[in-house]
């Protein structure tokens, strides 16, 4: 496979790094978004230039390659994004962890059971895990848009819509990555893994960068209305 996708990758992560921490808020109340939001596709440029050099690269029996390195930036890299998101969701107040742990162990459990469909051989074992992966899925999605988006929408104003804009962005984002999965040399084999690589590199651009510019500018909004209002009660 041509590894030029690789690269590409690599350099789009790593100016979009650069960019995202540039322009991101400096209000103190908001600043840790700016900082979610840039180091994520930092960590996706690290796993690219891994997988420019091949390292990671695991061939099974099969003849099928896994880019291992791809799965240790999504177990780290999403878990980032949902902890931002549920802070979000919470209205930045101290009652977030359960909500970031359980989502983020269900997270960390798709990706797991998602490398191990990959890895697996036998059609039956590729398929169980795969929906195994789903069932993780499913629980991030539920705890995202039932208990969080609960609170979140009590709570009510600017927070909340701009909670539900980057929720929704990101849930239709991410549905999409286990269908490329599916349809690609670890799954059905229905795509060719360049096709694949390259599906992939632009969802990765959509989920990490491009969402990370509308999250960052919802925010912003809606921190400002947060403080406008606060000044007009006083």
Known sequence: MDPTVFLVGFAIMSVSSLALYAKGSKQPEIRHHTYFHAVVPFIAATAYLAMWFGVGDITTPDG???LSARYVDWSITTPILLTGLVMLGLHERGRSAGFIVSTIVLDVMMIVTGLISALSTTPDAK???FLWSCV?????LYNLWVPVRSISAAEGGQMASAYTKNLTFLSVIWFLYPIVFAIGPEGFKSITA???AWAILALDVIAKVIYAFSSASN???AEQD????VRSVQ
């Open 64 to 66: 099928v390659t896994t």
């Open 127 to 129: 398929l169980a895990w």
């Open 136 to 140: 993780a899925f499913a629980g991030v």
């Open 194 to 196: 360049l096709a694949s």
């Open 219 to 221: 925010i912003e909004k």
């Open 226 to 229: 947060r403080v406008g209002t």
